[in-house]
T-cell receptor
Framework: DTAVSQTPKYLVTQMGNDKSIKCEQN?????MYWYKQDSKKFLKIMFS???????INETVPNRFSPKSPDKAHLNLHINSLELGDSAVYFC??????????????FGPGTRLTVT | GEDVEQSLFLSVREGDSSVINCTYT??????LYWYKQEPGAGLQLLTY?????DMKQDQRLTVLLNKKDKHLSLRIADTQTGDSAIYFC?????????????FGRGTSLIVHP
């Protein structure tokens, strides 16, 4: 069974469009994340969200917004797509397994190409 | 500057040992992590070490931590071609009960037959 799943796996769209990427985790984890990985493989956290708190990386444009309909889902909405948004987007979830110890699981990624 | 630094590439011959190094800046991190990313896939947690430990061994993997120098390394014994991947070091504080990791840029390990 897939622990963290994302759809779609590939997304090709034109500049100016609005798109969403969906993420679901079946691990019962409390916290979910969105990361952006650029062409040089640099991984940057965009959002962290649990039922208590949304933490936003202040460098993320407000065109990006996370939406969590329930604890198992964290979708990423992107408005007015730009060329620089082309990247691989990873969803992840985590749970504290012991005091101060977290295990984090990643989805397979969504490759977004903006033309 | 970056909070977690790694060299970008490492090339080894199959059967040799690989050592991937990482330096970090946040001394408050309780745990430090190593992740592996294979081509076209997400990151997979490999191992982690508690900050009051010097070493942790898990089969072919050995993690060494020098807390004074804020230096973390991952040694892979008897490296195989299947170990070719990008390896990320991560550390991170918690906030509101969430783990907020900072990743290094990743080290691409290339294993030659």
């Amino acid at each position: 069974d897939t622990a963290v799943s994302q759809t779609p796996k590939y997304l090709v769209t034109q500049m100016g469009n609005d798109k969403s990427i969906k993420c679901e985790q079946n691990l019962g984890h409390d916290t979910m994340y969105w990361y952006k990985q650029d062409s040089k493989k640099f991984l940057k956290i965009m959002f962290s969200y649990n039922n208590k708190e949304l933490i936003i990386n202040e460098t993320v444009p407000n065109r990006f917004s996370p939406k969590s309909p329930d604890k198992a889902h964290l979708n990423l909405h992107i408005n007015s797509l730009e060329l620089g948004d082309s990247a691989v987007y990873f969803c992840a979830s985590s749970q504290e397994i012991a005091s101060g110890t977290y295990e984090q699981y990643f989805g397979p990624g969504t490759r977004l190409t903006v033309t | 500057g970056e909070d977690v630094e790694q060299s970008l590439f490492l090339s080894v011959r199959e059967g040799d040992s690989s050592v991937i190094n990482c330096t970090y800046t946040d001394s408050s991190s309780t745990y430090l992590y190593w992740y592996k990313q294979e081509p076209g896939a997400g990151l997979q947690l490999l191992t982690y070490i508690f900050s009051n430990m010097d070493m942790k061994q898990d089969q072919r993997l050995t993690v060494l931590l020098n807390k004074k120098d804020k230096h973390l390394s991952l040694r892979i014994a008897d490296t195989q071609t299947g170990d070719s991947a990008i390896y990320f070091c991560a550390e991170g504080p918690t906030s509101g009960g969430s783990y907020i990791p900072t990743f290094g840029r990743g080290t691409s390990l290339i294993v030659h037959p």
